[in-house]
């Protein structure tokens, strides 16, 4: 396979079809999204772990199918998982404005929990040209949240 087909980087990877009019404008990108939780509080999960700043960012002008699942765990005490399935369609614009399309909300699909209260959502973040995954948990529980992200992708 040739090098500029295939790009594998820290917690994501992407790989490139042949092009309709211009380089990247047919590609599926992987990633793999970490946070860990110990409130009720909406937490981002990103690229680079509990810390981090990197999303998953979109280009203008492309329409994105995603499909991500997610497992979130208590760490502090056993028996009490989370397992989450969502897959949804965002369109960006000329000018990167971000919207769900095909009437998505951003909610899970397919939640399994142990405890109820625990939620698993995704936002089309019109601020930061991306899409971003957010876990919720409980108070005085911590728990960590791992999300793989699937991403099919057109431009033009």
């Keep these: 396979m040739p090098t500029d087909d295939y790009t594998l980087q820290g917690g994501n990877r992407t790989l490139r079809g042949p092009n309709f009019a211009a380089d990247h404008d047919a590609e599926v990108r992987e990633f793999v999204l970490t946070c860990e939780t110990d409130n009720n509080t909406q937490t981002e999960l990103f690229i680079d772990g509990d810390a981090g700043s990197q999303r998953i960012g979109l280009a203008a002008s492309t329409t994105y199918?995603?499909?991500?699942?997610?497992?979130?765990?208590?760490?502090?005490?056993?028996?009490?998982?989370?397992?989450?399935?969502?897959?949804?369609?965002?369109?960006?614009?000329?000018?990167?404005?971000?919207?769900?399309?095909?009437?998505?909300?951003?909610?899970?699909?397919?939640?399994?929990?142990?405890?109820?209260?625990?939620?698993?959502n995704c936002i089309a973040d019109d601020t930061n040209d991306a899409i971003t995954f957010h876990g919720t948990g409980e108070n005085a529980k911590t728990i960590q949240w791992v999300c793989h992200v699937l991403i099919v992708s057109t431009t033009g």
């Design 65 to 120: 199918y995603f499909h991500a699942n997610c497992v979130a765990r208590r760490t502090d005490a056993d028996g009490e998982s989370g397992g989450y399935r969502m897959h949804g369609l965002i369109d960006t614009d000329a000018s990167t404005v971000v919207a769900f399309a095909g009437g998505y909300t951003g909610n899970a699909q397919d939640d399994f929990e142990d405890t109820g209260g625990w939620a698993f």
